[in-house]
């Protein structure tokens, strides 16, 4: 078995939680920033750990900045859990949607799965028309990849990357 690990740009991610939500898209009763069932778990992790997260400390941040921890907490898990496994690749989510043909073929080569016309041709239909649907799969991959930027404010862009960018999962989004 190999595992890919796909990271999102963690203003994407929370950009896609809040409009998930927003459409009725995610299900539960709470949304997920104030969902505290699962940010404690989260805070029994060795990475919020080293980090001195507190469930108080949590609730009295806005709902984006919880949301960013989610992401650096469940990416830097992820990158942890997998550092010492040779059948694990990490990618960047918008390296993917800037080359969906390229990159994919990389993913499926490193995962020892056989490539075939039928996916390509699927990958490039998939990617040249574009839906609205939440979970729709066929979309233009650069506008997903970038729709945060005009989905979120300016504060809320420096609230999550404030948090983030000293993350070693958000490392890999410094530019």
Known sequence: CHAVHILR?????????L????QGQLGGDVPS???YGIYDLLLRTAEAGARDLTLDGL??????????WRWVIYNE??????AEL?????????DLCAD??????????????PWDDQTGTFIRTSTENSTDSYYGV?????????????????EDIQRILAITQGSRAGALYDE
């Open 9 to 17: 740009h963690p203003c994407g991610y929370v950009s896609s939680i």
């Open 19 to 22: 409009r998930g939500e927003s």
């Open 33 to 35: 920033s104030d969902d």
């Open 59 to 68: 609730r009295a941040l806005h709902p984006v900045e919880r949301l960013a």
């Open 77 to 82: 898990k992820a990158m942890n859990d997998c």
């Open 86 to 94: 040779p059948a694990c690749t990490r990618v960047r989510y918008e």
């Open 100 to 113: 969906p043909l390229a990159g994919y073929q990389a993913l499926f080569a490193a995962t020892g799965l």
């Open 138 to 154: 066929y979309r233009n991959p650069l506008d997903a990849a970038e729709s945060w930027k005009q989905q979120l404010s300016a």
